[in-house]
C-alpha cells in the first residue's frame, strides 16, 4: 500500500453499519421529487417543460445555460410546478416539481446502445453532455466540460474509489456489484482520453473489493491498473490522488491536467458508461444513509429529486434525535435543516449523526496550545496556526505570505485541533480578508 | 452566478481529544516513573510531589480569582508543570523548594505571559532552574535505597551521581540494567530512565506528542557522545550512561515535547530537538554544571520563534529546491539593487515653531538622555544584582582557598591546631601566621622570598617559639622543571624541619644542596635563615607596626 504525501488524518470510519448493505431502491417511491435547475457548479439550466406537462424517466426537462448540464426527468409522471425550493446547498432556489405517477414509464426517445468498436470521440462527448452528468463525489463540477478539456492532454487516467471520508460507503458497495461495469468504464473512459495508463485507486479499507476486481481484471485481461492505499483523509482530493498514484505535485494554482492526469470519481465513470453503453442519462444515484441517528442505516438506489425525509423513512427513520444532519461526508459536507431539500447529483450520503459520534466538534473553543497538529496533519503544507494569529491578532498583511489560496478546505486542522479552534472557518475567513484586500490594494 | 453554491461547513466530525485529555495522558504517562522513584526513593517522593501540584494549582487558581478570569484548573495544565517540577528535584528537597518553584513556575512564567499557550518557556523547567541557583539544592543527591526522611530529610547522605562522574570524564560505576532502572543517585523523577521511555511510547502511542523532538535529541545526544566518548570504557557504554544517566529522557520526552514552547512546524521541531541535544552536549561536556538539559531546553525554547519563522513547510507543488532558488533570487535582486546613498546630515541649529533655534533638537536630545539613562539605569541594577548574587553564592572559591591555606599551613606546622593571621610585620615578610594548640602559642608561619635561579621564589616557613623549623613549604617559584624543583621536594626540605640559628650551605648546622640545583637550594635556604632571623627578632611585646614592611 503507498503512502506519499505528508499530513491527513485518520478519523474513526463508522463504515461497518454499511458496508454489508447491498445498494437497494427505496422502499416506497417518493410521491413528489423536486429537481433543482442547478445541480452543478459551472451554472444553472433553463426548464423546457411546463406546469401541466407529462414527462417520463429520462426525459430532457430543462437545457444548460452556459457552462451548465441538462436535466431530467426521475419519475414519470405530471410537472406540478416550477418554483423556488429548498436546495440541499444552502438556501432557496427553482427547481421543477413532478408529481410521481409510480409506473416509471422509460422516456421513447433515449439514444440505444452507442457503438464503442467505432470509437466516435465527438459522438461520445455528445452523449455524455446529454446525459447531464456531473461529478458525483461531491464536487459536482461538468463532466463532459472535464473530459473535452483532457482529451489528448493526460497520459494517467485516475479513478478514485477511494471515498476516504467516514460513513460512505456507496462506492464501495458499487464496486462490488458492478464491478466488471466499473472496469469497464476505467477502460473506455482511458480510450476516450487516450491516456496510456489507467489507474483504478482504492483505499485499504475496501480490501474484499480489491480483490473481487483483482479476480475480474485477470479473468478480463483489462489495462486497467488496480492501486491500493493506504486509507486517510483526505485520499481522494484531486492534487493528492495525483501525488500519491504518479508522484507528481500540481502546482500551486493549478489543476491535475497541467501535470498530465485526470481524476474522476468512480461513480462518474460508472454513469459516463451507462451513459454510452446503455444510453440512459443520470436520472439515479446510489447514496449511503448512516449515523448513529438513523435505525437501519443502509445503501439507497435514489431518483434524483427525492427529498431527504423519503430516504430516511426507507431507512426505518430516527432512532434518536440527531445531533446533526448533514449531506456529504462529515468532513467536507453541507448541514441540512430543511429535510424537504432534495437529493441532487453530487449528493452521495444523507447522515445523522448523534452527539458522541461527532467527538468534541462543535465543543466551546479555548486558547491555542501551539501544538503544531494542524500544521502536521496539513495535507498542502500550509500552517493554520498561523493563520490563527494573524487573524485573531489583526496582521493581515501577514496573510498574504501564508499561501491562503493553496487551501482546499479539506477541514483536516479543525479535526485535530485539540483547543477546539475553527481553523477552516478562519482561513475562509482570511481568505475573505486576503481579497479585500487585494481589492483594496 | 445567479444560483445556489455549495455551502461547505466545517467538518462536523472532530477527534475526540481535548487540552484536559491531553495532560490527563501527560499525567498517566509519569505514573510509572512517578511509582518507581517511589519505590527508590521512599514516600519522600510522595510528599514533596504533593505539595509541589498543590503549590502549583493553588497559583493558577489563586491567580486567576485575583484577576477575575474564569478558573483553568480544569485543563490539568497545573498539575502536569507541578509534577514535572516535582520530578526534576531531589528527593531530600526541603519542602519549601517546590513551593517556590510552584509560584515561580506558575505566576511569573505561565501567567504574567497570559497563560496557558502563551508563555516562552517550560514553566516546570523555569521554576526547577530559579532553584539551581540555590547553592547545594541542586548538588545533594541522595543514593537509591537511602530513603529519606519524611520531615527532616537534610541529613541523607549525598551520593555522587553518575552525570557527576561523566563531568569528570569518568564512566560511573553502573550496569545497564541499574542505569535503565535508575539504581543511582538523581533527581527523583529523572532516574528511572526505561518508565520514561515507557512514558513516552505511551504518549506517542496516543498521538499526543509526535516522536520529532524526543528523538531528535536523543539521538543528537546519542550521536555526539558517540563520536565524541571519553573515559576508557568504549564509546558505546559511554553514551549509554550519558543517555541514560541524567536527567536527558525526563528532558528529552515531558519538558522538550511540551506543546507551547516548541516550534509548530514539523521541520522546526526536529531542529528544535538536535539544537536541544547539541546544546546539552556541549553543556556537559564543557559547562561547570554536571548536567545541562535543562539549559538546553530553556535556551531552545528562546529560539523558538526563530524556528518558526525559518522552518515552514514546503509549498505544495512547488519543487523541492524553490525555497533556495527563489531565495538566491531575491539576494541577486537585492544585490543589484545596493546604491550608495550619501548620508543626511543633521544640523545641531533647526528652528522650530516660536522656539529659538536648536531647542528642538536639545529636547531631543534630553530625550534620548532619558530613555538611555533608563536604560543604563536597568543595565546597572540587573548588573549590581547579579554581581551581589554572585558574591553572596560564591562559597566555592573562598572555600577553596581557605582549605588551601589551611594545607600549606598544616603542612609547615603539624603541631598547631589552630592559626591566625597575626597583625606583626617585619621587613621581609609577607605575612605572619600564628600557630596554637591546646597549651598555646607553638610558633609562627612566615611567608618569605629569596631570589633562585629562574626568578623570585616565595616559601612559608614554619618556626615553633624554640626558634626551630618545623616545616618548609614552597607557594610559588620560576624555577626550571625537573632541576630546580628538585630542591622542594618534601624528602629535601624535611632536612630543614628541627634546624635553628642560621643555616649553612657547608660545616655545621647544615643542608646539602642538591646537586644541579645549587642557587634553588640557596634560596630555599635563604628563605629558611630569613624566617628564623624574623621570628627571633619578632617585637611581641612593643607597639605593633600597621605598616607593611617592603620586600
Same mark, same amino acid.
Given at each position: ?53 407529462q ?10 445555460l ?129 491516456a ?7 483505499a ?51 489543476s ?15 454513469t ?17 444513509v ?7 442505516p443502509?445503501n ?20 434518536e434525535?440527531?445531533?446533526?444532519i ?37 465543543e ?23 493563520v ?45 480578508l ?8 | 452566478?445567479?444560483?445556489?453554491v ?12 481535548g ?12 505514573i ?24 502549583c ?10 484577576r ?9 495544565? *497545573?498539575?502536569? +508543570?507541578? #509534577? ?6 531531589? /528527593?531530600? %528537597?526541603?519542602?519549601? $523548594?517546590?513551593? @517556590? !518553584? ?119 545526544? *546519542?550521536?555526539? +557522545?558517540? #563520536? ?6 568504549? /564509546?558505546l %557504554?559511554?553514551?549509554? $550512561?550519558?543517555? @541514560? !544517566? ?73 519543487g523541492?529546491?524553490a ?10 535582486e537585492?544585490?543589484?539593487?545596493i ?45 549590581? $544584582? ?18 588551601a ?6 603542612q ?11 597583625p ?6 609577607l605575612?605572619?601566621?600564628?600557630g ?6 607553638v610558633?609562627?608561619?612566615?611567608e ?22 618545623t ?20 624528602e ?60
Amino acid at each position: 500500500m503507498l503512502r506519499r504525501y505528508l499530513g491527513g488524518v485518520h478519523p474513526v470510519s463508522y463504515k461497518a453499519s454499511t458496508r454489508r448493505k447491498p445498494i437497494v431502491p427505496l422502499e416506497r417511491p417518493p410521491e413528489q421529487v423536486v429537481i433543482p435547475l442547478t445541480m452543478c457548479t459551472g451554472g444553472g439550466s433553463a426548464a423546457v417543460v411546463k406546469p401541466g406537462d407529462q414527462v417520463t424517466v429520462g426525459q430532457v426537462i430543462a437545457k444548460p445555460l452556459d457552462m451548465g448540464v441538462y436535466v431530467h426527468a426521475s419519475v414519470s409522471g405530471r410537472v406540478r410546478a416550477i418554483e423556488p425550493r429548498p436546495h440541499p446547498w444552502g438556501g432557496k432556489w427553482d427547481a421543477i416539481v413532478i408529481d410521481n405517477d409510480g409506473l416509471d414509464t422509460p422516456c421513447p426517445s433515449l439514444p440505444g446502445p452507442m457503438d464503442w468498436a467505432r470509437m466516435d470521440r465527438m459522438e461520445a462527448l455528445q452523449r455524455i453532455c446529454k446525459a447531464g452528468i456531473t461529478s458525483m463525489g461531491g464536487g459536482a463540477s461538468p463532466t463532459h466540460l472535464r473530459i473535452a478539456k483532457s482529451v489528448g492532454r493526460v497520459d494517467t487516467l485516475i479513478v478514485s474509489a477511494a471515498e476516504c471520508e467516514p460513513y460512505l460507503t456507496a462506492d464501495h458497495r458499487l464496486l462490488l456489484e458492478k464491478g466488471d461495469q466499473v472496469l469497464q468504464s476505467v477502460q473506455m473512459l482511458a480510450q476516450l482520453l487516450r491516456a496510456d495508463r489507467a489507474v483504478l485507486v482504492v483505499a485499504g479499507d475496501k480490501l474484499n473489493a480489491v480483490e473481487f476486481l483483482e479476480r475480474r481484471l485477470r479473468r478480463k485481461r483489462r489495462s486497467v491498473e488496480l492501486c491500493t492505499i493506504q486509507t486517510r483523509y483526505p485520499l481522494g482530493m484531486e492534487k493528492q490522488l495525483v501525488r500519491t498514484v504518479t508522484g507528481r505535485e500540481v502546482p500551486p494554482g493549478r489543476s491535475a491536467i497541467d501535470v498530465k492526469c485526470a481524476v474522476f470519481n468512480v461513480a462518474t465513470a460508472y454513469t459516463v458508461r451507462q451513459a454510452l453503453l446503455e444510453g440512459t442519462p443520470l436520472t439515479h444515484r446510489a447514496v449511503t444513509v448512516s449515523g448513529g441517528a438513523v435505525a437501519r442505516p443502509r445503501n439507497l438506489w435514489v431518483p434524483i429529486g427525492t427529498p431527504l425525509r423519503c430516504l430516511l423513512e426507507s431507512s426505518g427513520g430516527l432512532r434518536e434525535e440527531p445531533a446533526v444532519i448533514l449531506t456529504g461526508g462529515p468532513m467536507t459536507g453541507t448541514v441540512q435543516t430543511d429535510l424537504d431539500a432534495p437529493v441532487v447529483k453530487n449528493t452521495n450520503a444523507l447522515l445523522c449523526l448523534t452527539r458522541e459520534e461527532r467527538g468534541s466538534a462543535g465543543e466551546p473553543e479555548t486558547v491555542c496550545v501551539r501544538c503544531g497538529h494542524c500544521v502536521a496533519s496539513c495535507p498542502m503544507n500550509l500552517n493554520p496556526a498561523f493563520v490563527y494569529r494573524a487573524v485573531r491578532m489583526g496582521e493581515t498583511e501577514r496573510l498574504p505570505q501564508l499561501h491562503l489560496e493553496d487551501c482546499m478546505e479539506c477541514g483536516c486542522c479543525t479535526y485535530s485541533c485539540p483547543s477546539h479552534i475553527p481553523l477552516e472557518d478562519l482561513v475562509r475567513q482570511a481568505k475573505k480578508l486576503c481579497q479585500e484586500g487585494g481589492n483594496q490594494g | 452566478m445567479n444560483g445556489p453554491v455549495i455551502q461547505h461547513t466545517s467538518p462536523q466530525i472532530a477527534q475526540p481529544a481535548g487540552i484536559s485529555s491531553t495532560m490527563r495522558d501527560v499525567i498517566v504517562a509519569l505514573i510509572p516513573a512517578l511509582a518507581m522513584a517511589v519505590f527508590l526513593f521512599g514516600p519522600r517522593v510522595l510528599a514533596v510531589t504533593a505539595v509541589s501540584v498543590g503549590t502549583c494549582v493553588l497559583a493558577e487558581y489563586g491567580y486567576c480569582r485575583l484577576r477575575g478570569l474564569p478558573n483553568p484548573t480544569g485543563d490539568l495544565s *497545573a498539575c502536569v +508543570t507541578g #509534577l514535572l517540577l516535582a520530578m526534576s528535584l531531589p /528527593a531530600t %528537597a526541603p519542602y519549601w $523548594a517546590p513551593v @517556590l !518553584g510552584g509560584l515561580f513556575a506558575i505566576v511569573v512564567v505561565k501567567q504574567l505571559y497570559g497563560g496557558l499557550g502563551r508563555n516562552f518557556l517550560n514553566p516546570a523547567l523555569a521554576g526547577r532552574t530559579l532553584l539551581c541557583t540555590f547553592p547545594g539544592l541542586m548538588t545533594h543527591w541522595v543514593d537509591a535505597f537511602h530513603y529519606p526522611s519524611l520531615l527532616g530529610g537534610a541529613d541523607a547522605v549525598s551520593a555522587a551521581t553518575p552525570m557527576a562522574s561523566l563531568h569528570a570524564g569518568e564512566l560511573p560505576d553502573l550496569t545497564l540494567g541499574q542505569l535503565l532502572l535508575g539504581q543511582h543517585g538523581g533527581a527523583m523523577g529523572g532516574v528511572p530512565a526505561f518508565m520514561l521511555i515507557l512514558g513516552g511510547v505511551y504518549l506517542v502511542g496516543r498521538r499526543v506528542i509526535s516522536p520529532r523532538i524526543p528523538l531528535a535529541f536523543v539521538g543528537t545526544v *546519542a550521536l555526539l +557522545t558517540l #563520536l565524541f566518548p571519553r573515559g576508557d570504557g568504549g /564509546a558505546l %557504554a559511554w553514551m549509554t $550512561a550519558q543517555l @541514560l !544517566g541524567g536527567g536527558l529522557m525526563l528532558g528529552a520526552i515531558f519538558m522538550a515535547s511540551d506543546y507551547t514552547t516548541t516550534p509548530v512546524t514539523p521541520l522546526g521541531q526536529t531542529l528544535f530537538g538536535v539544537g536541544c541535544g547539541a546544546l546539552t552536549v556541549l553543556l556537559r561536556y564543557f559547562g561547570s554544571y554536571p548536567d545541562g538539559v535543562g539549559w538546553a531546553i530553556l535556551t531552545m525554547n528562546c529560539c523558538v520563534w526563530l524556528l518558526d519563522r525559518s522552518a515552514i513547510p514546503r509549498r505544495f507543488g512547488l519543487g523541492r529546491f524553490a525555497r533556495a532558488r527563489a531565495w538566491v533570487g531575491e539576494l541577486k535582486e537585492s544585490a543589484a539593487a545596493i546604491r550608495f546613498v550619501p548620508p543626511k546630515l543633521k544640523f545641531l541649529a533647526r528652528a522650530g515653531e516660536g522656539t529659538m533655534p536648536g531647542e528642538g533638537y536639545l529636547d531631543e536630545l534630553r530625550g534620548k538622555v532619558r530613555q538611555w539613562g533608563a536604560v543604563a539605569g536597568v543595565f546597572l541594577v540587573v548588573c549590581g $544584582a547579579v554581581f551581589g548574587v554572585h558574591r553572596l553564592t560564591d562559597y566555592a572559591a573562598v572555600r577553596a582557598e581557605t582549605e588551601a591555606q589551611e594545607a600549606l599551613l598544616a603542612q609547615v606546622m603539624p603541631q598547631a591546631t589552630m592559626r591566625t593571621e597575626t597583625p606583626y610585620r617585619a621587613a621581609g615578610a609577607l605575612s605572619i601566621t600564628a600557630g596554637y594548640n591546646d597549651s598555646g602559642l607553638v610558633g609562627y608561619c612566615v611567608e618569605v622570598q629569596a631570589n633562585g635561579f629562574g626568578g623570585l621564589l616565595t616559601a612559608v616557613v614554619g618556626v615553633n617559639t624554640n626558634g626551630e623549623v618545623t616545616g618548609v613549604a614552597v607557594t610559588s617559584h620560576r624555577e626550571t622543571e625537573g632541576v630546580g624543583t628538585d630542591a622542594m621536594t618534601e624528602e629535601y626540605l624535611s632536612q630543614y624541619v628541627g634546624k635553628s640559628g642560621t643555616i649553612r650551605s657547608s660545616g655545621n648546622n647544615a643542608v646539602d644542596a642538591v646537586s644541579g640545583a645549587t642557587a634553588t637550594s640557596q634560596a630555599v635556604t635563604a628563605c629558611v635563615n630569613q624566617a628564623l632571623a624574623i621570628v627571633a627578632n619578632l617585637d611581641t611585646e612593643g607597639s605593633v607596626s600597621y605598616v607593611d614592611g617592603e620586600v
